[in-house]
């Protein structure tokens, strides 16, 4: 009983402040007294004030973006596939996930979906824009194939970049630079 009666008087003490008090008529129980703590009035003005320190949750989360290339040897054609000089042999895919953190749609534009040189603006394959729009709370995985026909030639090292557009403002995306087999 007399745990019980401890354990109450520490919740209780965080509620403000607070008297402990021993019954003459049972010594060992204890008895206590919450007084609650002063508050300072707020105005609403002050509240919203403080409320909006922090920036708000961002709307959207865009996971790092990962690259993975190959590219077939020119000479030796595929396996079935008869030998052609007009044929893709530099590969790329890239991937990563949007995730809508509201309950409202949210449009985003691809602006730009390349495969670049490492320190190069010249991109060696790349997509046309493409318009998304994200349904609320939705998990949304993007995954990307492109392929060219020149290869890789003498680049060292590739990189993926992303540049898309969400409220009028530009973001890009980049891949860790990737070696060239």
């Known amino acids: 009983m007399v745990k019980v009666a401890f354990l109450i008087t520490i919740l209780l003490s965080s509620c403000g402040n607070f008297i402990p008090l021993v019954s003459a008529a049972n010594p060992g129980v204890a008895k206590t007294i919450v007084t609650p703590s002063p508050t300072a009035k707020i105005s609403p003005k002050q509240?919203?004030?403080?409320?909006?320190?922090?920036?708000?949750?961002?709307?959207?989360?865009?996971?790092?973006?990962?690259?993975?290339?190959?590219?077939?040897?020119?000479?030796?054609?595929?396996?079935?596939?008869?030998?052609?000089?007009?044929?893709?042999?530099?590969?790329?895919?890239?991937?990563?996930?949007?995730?809508?953190?509201?309950?409202?749609?949210?449009?985003?534009?691809?602006?730009?979906?390349?495969?670049?040189?490492?320190?190069?603006?010249?991109?060696?394959?790349?997509?046309?824009?493409?318009?998304?729009?994200?349904?609320?709370l939705e998990y949304a995985p993007q995954r990307y194939q492109l392929s060219n026909k020149q290869g890789y030639g003498n680049v060292k090292k590739v990189e993926a970049v992303v540049v898309y557009q969400l409220d009028g403002k530009q973001y890009t995306l980049r891949s860790a630079p990737v070696q060239i087999p």
Not at 47 to 66: D, G, R
Not at 105 to 133: D, W
């Open 47 to 136: 509240f919203m004030e403080s409320s909006n320190q922090h920036p708000p949750v961002s709307k959207i989360i865009v996971s790092p973006l990962t690259l993975e290339i190959w590219q077939d040897d020119p000479n030796l054609p595929p396996n079935g596939i008869s030998p052609t000089a007009n044929r893709q042999i530099g590969f790329a895919s890239l991937s990563f996930t949007l995730e809508n953190k509201t309950q409202q749609p949210i449009a985003l534009n691809l602006q730009k979906i390349e495969i670049r040189p490492l320190g190069s603006e010249n991109p060696l394959m790349s997509l046309p824009a493409k318009n998304l729009t994200l349904g609320g």
